[in-house]
């Protein structure tokens, strides 16, 4: 099994930044992508950035440009982080960590962490 924790989220006003953090733990050497997701209020969970363990990353067009997602330089501590810039009311919404392994199927979640941008 794997364990995800995520932190970093809260209030913030429109135009401001957050870092959010997610630690991995358990059997994470099984792990080859991690990613971060969100589901706004009555919107379905939608993928924001993606990481593999080579570092190739991934994003939805939403956030391009202002996101970005990165990975501890100890690739084995399975930490990723989401910098997020310039933000908008419409990134309000629970963001969730999102740990996967890929050749057998497996997939783990965090509990998600809130974050809310005002206008």
């Known amino acids: 099994q794997v364990q995800l924790v995520e932190s970093g989220g809260g209030l913030v006003q429109a135009g401001g930044s957050l870092r959010l953090s997610c630690a991995a733990s358990?059997?994470?050497?099984?792990?080859?992508?991690m990613g971060w997701y969100r589901q706004a209020p009555e919107k379905q969970r939608e993928l924001v950035a993606g990481?593999?363990?080579?570092?190739?990353?991934?994003?939805t067009d939403s956030v391009k440009g202002r996101f970005t997602i990165s990975r501890d330089r100890d690739n084995a501590k399975k930490t990723v982080y989401l910098q997020m810039n310039s933000l908008k009311p419409e990134d309000t919404g629970v963001y969730y960590c999102n740990a996967r392994n890929t050749i057998y199927g497996r997939e783990y979640w965090g509990k998600g962490t809130l974050v809310t941008v005002s206008s």
């Open positions: 990481i593999t363990n080579g570092g190739t990353t991934n994003y």
């Open positions: 358990g059997r994470i050497f099984s792990i080859n992508v």
